[in-house]
């Protein structure tokens, strides 16, 4: 199965940038939170921005399935045919470790939060139900990982809105516009 209209569904376009302002907002509150704020300075102020950080972070578990259902069912366009081998491959791992991200950060998010003893709660109305009790050996282990995969997820998508910009400023190719327009 090829997509021979050079561009993406305008669902594979919503789910893209619905889940680019998610996620670049739960890293944000996140990286606030994590590296600005402590408990004994800002108190409870510190507690709502990390509620809020898990609110909106959540609900990448659920979009995230959805975006790859639809990532197997309706092919994503060719890349340009002026591009490297090489570069194309560079390409294809890149989506895979983003998409690896986004599975990976709010898994390890929740996981974080539960062994802590706190919940996964998703734009305030319900709670993930918990997998894992309280737990100081598995927060131990999934804090550090969230947050170090949380430093690699922003390098990649660095990279990736550096990618895109290139494609549209100096290769002047349709890489971009394949995510915004149908056709002409
Ligand atoms: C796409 C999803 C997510 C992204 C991009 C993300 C990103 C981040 C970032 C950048 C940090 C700061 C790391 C640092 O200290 O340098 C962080 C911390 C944290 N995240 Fe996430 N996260 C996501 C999902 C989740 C989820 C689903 C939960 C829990 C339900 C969660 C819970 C936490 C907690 C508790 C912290 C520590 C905050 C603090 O110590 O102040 N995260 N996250």
Known sequence: ???????????????????????????????????FLSYETDGSFKGEVITLHKNIATTII???????????????????ASMLPLM??????????LYLVLLALP???????????HPAPVLYLFDIPRLVQEDPDIL?????LHIYISW??????????LAALKHHFIDKDNVLRSMIHQGK
């Open 88 to 97: 194309k491959k560079l390409a294809h791992l890149g989506h895979l470790a």
């Open 107 to 117: 898994i390890t998010g929740c996981l974080f939060s539960w062994s802590a003893g």
């Open 140 to 144: 131990a282990i999934v804090k550090p």
């Open 62 to 80: 659920f979009l995230v399935v959805i975006r790859i259902f639809w990532r197997y069912t309706h092919p994503a366009p060719e890349l340009p």
């Open 1 to 35: 199965m090829k997509n021979t209209t050079g561009y993406y569904t305008r669902t594979a376009q919503l789910l893209h940038w619905l889940m680019a302002i998610i996620f670049i907002a739960a890293w944000l509150i996140g990286f606030y939170s994590g590296n």
């Open 152 to 161: 690699a997820a922003g390098l990649l998508l660095a990279g990736h809105i």
